[in-house]
């Protein structure tokens, strides 16, 4: 049986889990030479938490007596460890403050709803008693959504794990009624005992909740064939400082303004996701990766493309580029005797072939279904990759990320315990912009480290492809000056963003828009759709209680960006 657990305050994941550099042999060493480390490998020294600087908690008797009124005493927890939790999300901004010891961003309570009742209870005390109210799933979002944007209110997070169940299956229907506090893990541990899935894999499967997957129009690994989220949504409840807004269970209407969407991607701004009825799916019999080989990026993204085309898209699609291939090569765990020796075989196929392993990208490719089903795909995608000089590596290279997909985001505190930055920017364009984008943005994503004095690493993966185009997502790391860490951070990050939206792509594709994109919000949808957005957040909460500061732009948006909280720029180690 799944039960959630709090990520570190730290850092990702459980407290109990962190990178196993044994286990990934060669990751360390293709970074310090990537990086031009030169150091032994030396971790700095975690702060401890009772170092880390707390505000002093902002108290509203009126507001504390009517929850007292309506809930037990363990569902109000205003504890040190608590609201140090509850203070941030995980992005590098939020983490490196963290670290430094400032948690300026902590609400002053804690609540856990376990029914709707208690969540609409709390918004209506909330707008009594004029105190801010923040969403809060699992804490993994990076885009800046979690953190309070005003001091001088109460803030309280809302922490919806207890609210977990799926209420309600239609094998039928293939539709589930799922209570938005549910983990992904937990989530698909309650469908597959009806022989079901939701399908929805993202990197941060095992700490995030369905409501904050809705919030921020997350996508998963096999978005290729399950598709967004907000594909997946067929109903909802959310409850709203002005009531409870909900939406029928039907398969599509043809009502108005499309109600869930508004809901939807709506980052806890206008009221809180409390269940949703969402589109399932009969397990796959056969579910297997097999890792291709592509002699350069452009030709993988013609396979991919010609994939869609063709109406022969797998479940997962995921194509690297040669540095990002690399990085995946380096993060391998320990191969046995027998697998080196295939792979030097292998390696000598390639040359024959004409591989250049300095240009060479990865492409992993899931095939799901019946058995019979994943075998015709896995032949015909097969085909169209040879059409493009791709070379099939079999599925041992797909069992090496199965088991390590979610891995990944340990590395970063890894690297950051050694001094070392890294961060992720992705965005969606067409299929005919998708080349000249991944030139001008990788270009003058390095061009913006190098400024700052150091050697930088970017590496890429395409996935999630669509008739139109596919989702970019760019990966950057460099070492850190000591006491210019934050400027060298906003410098990098402010490079990668405005070349999305000077190549007309999107700010984000799926990691939402919280405070790190907010300044190329209105560039993006517009200014009248900047003030659509103030409408239905009037409407919806009108003395602004729903978390503040989240899809409105200041008059001058990059100055509050680039703000950060006093000392964090200079602050040294601890």
């Not at 009124?69 to 363990?74: H, K, Q, T």
């Not at 024959?352 to 392993?357: A, E, Q, S, T, Y």
């Not at 590596?393 to 797909?398: R, V």
């Not at 963003?497 to 000077?502: T, V």
């Given at each position: 049986?799944?039960?959630?657990?709090?990520?570190k305050?730290?850092?990702?994941g459980?407290?109990?889990?962190?990178?196993?550099?044994s286990?990934h042999?060669?990751?360390w060493?293709?970074?310090?030479a990537?990086?031009?480390?030169?150091?032994?490998e030396?971790a700095?020294p975690?702060?401890?938490?009772?170092?880390?600087?707390?505000p002093?908690?902002?108290r509203?008797?009126?507001f504390l007596?009517?929850?007292r009124?309506?809930?037990?005493?363990?569902q109000?927890?205003d504890?040190?460890?608590?609201?140090?939790?509850?203070?941030?999300g995980?992005?590098f901004?939020?983490?490196?403050?963290?670290?430094?010891?400032?948690a300026?961003?902590a609400?002053?309570?804690?609540i856990?709803?376990e029914?709707?009742?208690?969540?609409?209870?709390?918004?209506?005390?909330a707008a009594?008693?004029?105190?801010v109210v923040?969403?809060?799933?699992g804490?993994?979002?990076?885009a800046?959504?979690?953190?309070?944007s005003?001091r001088s209110r109460?803030?309280?997070?809302l922490?919806m794990?207890r609210?977990r169940?799926?209420?309600e299956?239609?094998a039928?229907?293939c539709?589930?009624r799922?209570e938005a506090?549910a983990?992904?893990?937990?989530?698909?541990?309650?469908?597959?005992?009806?022989?079901l899935?939701?399908?929805?894999?993202?990197?941060s499967?095992?700490?995030s909740?369905l409501?904050?997957?809705i919030?921020?129009r997350?996508?998963g690994?096999?978005?290729d064939k399950?598709?967004k989220i907000?594909d997946?949504v067929?109903?909802?409840?959310?409850?709203t400082?002005?009531?409870?807004?909900?939406t029928r269970?039907?398969?599509k209407?043809s009502?108005?303004?499309?109600?869930?969407h508004?809901?939807?991607?709506?980052?806890?701004t206008l009221?809180v996701?409390t269940?949703a009825?969402?589109?399932?799916?009969?397990?796959?019999n056969?579910?297997?990766?097999h890792?291709?080989?592509f002699?350069?990026?452009?030709a993988g993204i013609?396979?991919?493309h010609?994939?869609?085309?063709?109406e022969?898209?797998?479940?997962?699609l995921?194509?690297?580029?040669?540095?990002k291939?690399?990085l995946?090569?380096?993060f391998?765990p320990?191969?046995?005797q027998?697998s080196?020796?295939?792979s030097?075989v292998m390696?000598?196929?390639l040359r024959?072939?004409?591989?250049?392993?300095a240009?060479?990208c990865l492409?992993?490719?899931?095939?799901?279904?019946s058995?019979?089903g994943?075998i015709?795909q896995h032949?015909?995608v097969?085909?169209?990759y040879?059409?493009?000089?791709?070379?099939d590596?079999?599925?041992?290279?797909?069992k090496s990320?199965?088991?390590?997909?979610?891995d990944f985001p340990?590395?970063?505190?890894?690297?950051?315990?050694r001094s070392?930055t890294?961060d992720?920017?992705?965005?969606?364009?067409?299929w005919s912009?998708?080349?000249?984008?991944?030139r001008?943005?990788t270009t003058a994503?390095?061009?913006?480290?190098?400024?700052s004095?150091?050697?930088?690493?970017v590496?890429?993966h395409i996935?999630?492809?669509?008739q139109?185009?596919a989702s970019l997502y760019?990966t950057?790391a460099?070492?850190?000056q000591?006491g210019?860490?934050?400027p060298q951070?906003?410098?990098?990050?402010?490079a990668v963003?405005?070349?999305?939206?000077?190549c007309?792509?999107?700010?984000?594709?799926h990691?939402a828009?919280?405070t790190?994109?907010l300044?190329?919000?209105?560039?993006?949808i517009s200014?009248l759709?900047?003030?659509a957005?103030?409408?239905?957040?009037a409407?919806l909460?009108?003395d602004?209680v729903?978390?503040?500061?989240?899809?409105?732009?200041?008059?001058?948006?990059?100055e509050e960006w680039?703000?950060?909280v006093s000392?964090?720029a200079?602050?040294?180690r601890?």
């Open positions: 049986m799944y039960t959630p657990r709090h990520m305050w730290w850092g990702w459980d407290e109990d889990v962190s990178f196993n550099s286990a042999p060669g990751a060493p293709y970074a310090k990537q990086l031009g480390v030169e150091e032994d030396v700095r975690l702060m401890p938490i009772e170092a880390v600087r707390l002093e908690a902002i509203h008797e009126g007596s009517d929850l009124r309506e809930m037990r005493a363990d109000i927890c504890s040190r460890r608590e609201r140090l939790i509850h203070a941030y995980k992005g901004r939020d983490l490196f403050r963290m670290r430094q010891g400032m300026e961003g609400p002053d309570l804690v856990y709803p029914n709707e009742n208690d969540v609409l209870m709390t918004l209506r005390a009594r008693h004029d105190v923040i969403p809060f799933g804490g993994s979002n990076i800046g959504c979690l953190e309070r005003e109460m803030a309280v997070s922490d794990r609210m169940h799926v209420l299956v239609d039928d229907s539709t589930a799922i506090g983990f992904g893990p937990d989530l698909e541990e309650q469908l597959n005992g009806y022989g899935t939701l399908g929805h894999f993202p990197d499967f095992l700490h909740t409501g904050g997957w919030a921020t997350s996508a690994m096999q978005s399950y598709g907000e997946m067929i109903a909802l409840r959310m409850v400082p002005a009531g409870v807004l909900a269970t039907v398969p209407s009502n108005g303004i499309d109600v869930n508004l809901c939807i991607g709506s980052e806890g009221g996701i269940e009825t969402m589109q399932v799916h009969p397990r796959a056969s579910h297997r990766t890792g291709y080989l002699p350069e990026f452009e013609e396979a991919m010609e994939c869609v085309r063709k022969c898209v797998p479940s997962m995921r194509l690297s580029d040669s540095d291939t690399a995946s090569l380096a391998k320990p191969s046995s027998l080196q020796a295939a030097k390696k000598g196929y024959v072939k004409g591989f250049d392993f240009r060479t492409m992993l490719t899931t095939f799901e279904g058995k019979s994943a015709r032949g015909e097969s085909a169209i040879r059409r493009f000089g791709g070379v590596l079999g599925p041992s290279s797909g990320f199965e088991s390590t997909k979610y340990h590395i970063r505190d890894f690297l950051l315990d070392i890294s992720v920017s992705e965005t969606s364009t067409v912009n998708l080349v000249p984008l991944y001008a943005t994503l390095r061009a913006a480290i190098v400024e004095g150091v050697k930088p690493w590496g890429c996935s999630h492809t669509y139109c185009g760019l950057f460099f070492k850190q000591d210019n860490e934050m951070y906003l410098h990098a990050k402010r963003q405005q070349s999305f939206i000077d007309g792509a999107t700010l984000s594709h990691h828009v919280g790190e994109h300044p190329w919000l209105t560039d993006d200014p759709g900047i003030t957005i103030a409408a239905i957040k409407g909460d009108p602004n729903m978390n503040p500061g989240r899809l409105r732009p200041s008059a001058a948006p990059f680039l703000r950060v000392g964090a200079t602050a040294q601890p």
